[in-house]
Nanobody, 119 residues
């Protein structure tokens, strides 16, 4: 199994920045994909940014040029740097990984961290 613990959310004014962190523990060697999703009230959970084990990244169109996903392999931590935040970025942000368990692909989620962008 894999455990994910997010931190770094909070209240920020429009145009501000936040950096989310996700500490990963457990069967790390089985992970082949990781990323951040977000869910606003009454909406589905959507991909914000993803990163493969090889380091390839992808972003939702709405965050391209503002958000950056990165990782620190030595500290088993995934980051999401969020700049020029907008009220529409308000949501609960979830860290997630995909891993192989035998021949089965499984997805694990963190507990989520609230990001609120408001003046």
């Amino acid at each position: 199994q894999v455990q994910l613990v997010e931190s770094g959310g909070g209240l920020v004014q429009p145009g501000g920045s936040l950096r989310l962190s996700c500490t990963i523990s457990g069967s790390i060697s089985s992970i082949y994909d990781m990323g951040w999703y977000r869910q606003a009230p009454g909406k589905q959970r959507d991909l914000v940014a993803g990163m493969t084990s090889g380091g390839s990244t992808n972003y939702a169109d709405s965050v391209k040029g503002r958000f950056t996903i990165s990782r620190d392999n030595a500290k088993n931590t995934l980051f999401l740097q969020m700049n020029n935040l907008k009220p529409t970025d308000t949501a609960v942000y979830y860290c997630t990984v995909q891993r192989l368990s035998g021949n089965v692909s499984r997805r694990d989620w963190g507990q989520g961290t609230q990001v609120t962008v408001s003046s």
